[in-house]
C-alpha cells in the first residue's frame, strides 16, 4: 500500500552560515503573511521544506530565530533612514520636518515587508525583541529637538518640561505616517510627508 504522504526529501546541506539568510527570510515572508505568531521552527522548515533540525542547527528555538530577523531588518532599516534624523538648520521650518518625513515614507515604500514585520503585534513571547528602534529614535529627536526648541525662544525650564512630550508628538505622528502608507495606496511617500510635516511643525510651533 502506497503511503499516505510522501516523505520529505532530504535538505540540501548548505551549512549553518549558508543556511540562515534562508531561514531568515522565510520567517519574513512568513511574518508579513499571517503575523509573527505564526513564525515557528515548524512553519519555517515547511517553507523552506527541510525538517525542523535544520533550523534547529541554526537557532536554538524562535526567540532567537525571531530575535535575528529584527535585528537585521532594524539593521536596514537603520542605514536607510538615516538621512531622517541627520541634524538640520536649528531654527527648522515646516520644509524641514517635511523632508525628513518624506526620507522616512520613501523607505517605507522601498522595503515595506521590513516595515510590516516591525509594525506588527508581536506575540507576547517576543513582544521586547519591538520597541528597540523607536526609543533610538525617540533618544535621537530628543537630541535633534533641544536646540530648536532654544532656537524657538523656548526658555529653558519649558524645554526640560515639555521637550519629551513634543518629541513623543513627533515620532507618534511619524509612526502613524508609516502605517498609513501601508495601509492607504491613495497616498504617495512625498504628499503624505509635505502634509505630516506641516502638521507636525504648526503643533510644535504652536507649544512654544
Not at 507576547?124 to 525617540?138: D, I, K, P, S, T
Not at 521637550?163 to 513623543?168: F, G, N, P, S
Request: aromatic letters at 6%.
Amino acid at each position: 500500500m502506497a503511503p499516505l504522504t510522501a516523505p520529505r526529501r532530504r535538505a540540501e546541506h548548505l551549512g549553518p552560515e549558508r543556511r540562515r539568510p534562508q531561514i531568515l527570510d522565510a520567517a519574513l515572508d512568513i511574518a508579513v503573511s499571517d503575523g509573527i505568531s505564526a513564525v515557528t521552527i515548524a512553519s519555517v522548515a515547511d517553507r523552506i521544506d527541510v525538517t525542523r533540525p535544520v533550523v534547529y542547527a541554526c537557532f536554538n528555538n524562535r526567540v532567537d530565530l525571531i530575535a535575528e530577523l529584527v535585528t537585521r531588518e532594524e539593521n536596514r532599516l537603520r542605514e536607510s533612514v538615516g538621512s531622517v534624523l541627520r541634524r538640520r538648520a536649528v531654527d527648522a521650518d515646516a520644509n524641514v520636518f517635511a523632508d525628513g518625513f518624506r526620507a522616512l515614507l520613501h523607505s517605507v515604500a522601498e522595503q515595506p515587508r521590513a516595515w510590516r514585520l516591525l509594525y506588527g503585534s508581536p506575540d507576547a513571547e517576543v513582544a521586547e525583541l519591538f520597541g528597540r528602534g523607536r526609543a533610538e529614535a525617540v533618544a535621537r529627536c530628543i537630541h535633534l529637538m533641544r536646540p530648536t526648541l532654544h532656537a524657538w525662544g523656548m526658555s529653558a525650564p519649558d524645554v526640560d518640561r515639555k521637550l519629551l512630550a513634543m518629541v513623543e508628538l513627533w515620532v507618534s505622528v511619524a509612526e502613524g505616517g508609516v502605517r498609513t502608507l501601508l495601509a492607504d495606496d491613495a497616498w504617495t511617500p512625498d504628499d503624505l510627508g509635505e502634509f505630516l510635516g506641516e502638521m507636525v511643525y504648526r503643533s510644535l510651533r504652536a507649544a512654544v
